[in-house]
């Protein structure tokens, strides 16, 4: 009677209720989730993946002899001019990076100026829109003569041929962030008598700032590109102008390791932006859904 009494009907003893699981609390991190988001494989499997990469370009060149080496030189030949002539790309490489990173800030805000623009007036956007497709949709190494004719010699054919290349992402994903703000959010800013400037600060341009970083992380490889194709036509010493120089030598294995140089600069900098977008937008990970 006494133990029927001292245990209420559907209480656990002391015992049982210290051997029951605990129970997860809705919203809380758990040590698996913990374990998911530090992506232990986040570094692993980008080098897997390289070295895939590596031993299918090494059985194209020299393992089944598919394509001539001098149209592509093995991975041994590649890393052998590397080494060699590190004393030219590596500089090289500052200079391609240094007008890379330049004007793909240039484009930045210059697009999200314009793409603020075009979603402050749809008048704008309907007067300007066409023009930018347009200009967006001339060739850009076609413009490469005529930039020298008009600007110059030096920096500015490739700032300048960066700029055409990477800004019509950014202002199509800003004015497209800024024109599909949620609806709640939206009535909130209107219910709490949010001026323009505030509903604006507060609300729009934070729930726009994803869209503007997918257009931005698009725009960072089209840098790496037109700061390449912009030396093609300057005479800054980049790996554009050496790719250039080398491969008019017959010396296509340096070459081939200026655009390796490239490639490897263009996945450093998309990792930079990627992190500054992790540490600028921490709520975007909260609130969406992770893989």
């Not at 029951?20 to 919203?27: E, F, L, M």
């Not at 703000?181 to 341009?205: G, H, I, M």
């Amino acid at each position: 009677m006494t133990e029927a009494t001292g245990t209420r009907a559907g209480q656990r003893p002391p015992a049982e209720a210290a051997d029951a699981p605990a129970t997860t609390v809705p919203g809380a991190p758990s040590t698996t989730r913990r374990w998911r988001g530090g992506r232990p494989g986040s570094v692993g499997l980008p080098l897997l993946g390289v070295v895939i990469a590596l031993a299918f370009w090494w059985l194209v060149t020299s393992g089944l002899s598919l394509v001539h080496p001098a149209s592509l030189p093995p991975p041994q030949a590649v890393w052998d001019s590397l080494t060699l002539s590190s004393d030219v790309l590596l500089p090289a490489l500052g200079v391609t990076t240094l007008m890379t990173v330049l004007g793909f800030l240039i484009s930045t805000v210059a697009g999200v100026l314009i793409g603020m623009a075009l979603a402050a007036s749809r008048r704008a956007e309907r007067m300007f829109a066409p023009l930018l497709v347009a200009v967006n949709a001339v060739p850009k190494i076609a413009l490469g003569p005529l930039l020298v004719v008009s600007v110059g010699w030096g920096e500015k054919p490739i700032l300048t041929m960066v700029f055409l290349l990477c800004f019509f992402p950014i202002v199509l994903s800003t004015a497209t962030g800024l024109t599909t703000t949620p609806a709640d959010l939206a009535e909130l800013a209107r219910s709490l008598n949010a001026s323009w400037w505030q509903s604006f600060r507060k609300v729009r341009f934070p729930a726009a700032l994803p869209q503007v970083f997918v257009g931005l992380k698009v725009a960072m490889p089209l840098a790496a590109i037109g700061a390449v194709i912009g030396e093609f036509y300057s005479d800054k010493p980049g790996l554009g102008y050496q790719i250039l120089q080398y491969n008019g030598v017959g010396d296509t294995a340096t070459a081939w390791a200026a655009i390796v140089l490239i490639a490897a600069m263009s996945i450093a900098l998309y990792a930079a932006l990627s992190l500054v977008e992790r540490l600028a937008l921490p709520w975007v990970r909260a609130t969406t859904s992770a893989r």
